[in-house]
């Protein structure tokens, strides 16, 4: 008798927007920006938005955007 496995999907952690907020230390506002100029790769359910957080520290190790670099576009 031969045993079958099942193929085990890779192991991948979603974030909620505010889960993600809180590792980043960046509002959902600066968040949701990203992911609508395609900077940050998300998931749609719905109405629900889910961040693969490896694509998250992708994200944040690309481009410098730590908060103390983050701007107000109307700031000097």
Known sequence: MTTQ???TAPDRRYLTLAEAG?????????????I???????H???RL???EAADLYRWLEDGDKSPSTLRHPHAA
């Open 5 to 7: 496995t099942t193929p």
């Open 22 to 34: 809180e590792i980043t230390r960046l509002s959902t506002r600066t968040l949701r920006r990203a």
């Open 36 to 42: 609508a100029a395609a900077e940050l790769r998300a």
């Open 44 to 46: 749609h359910v719905r």
């Open 49 to 51: 938005v889910r961040i």
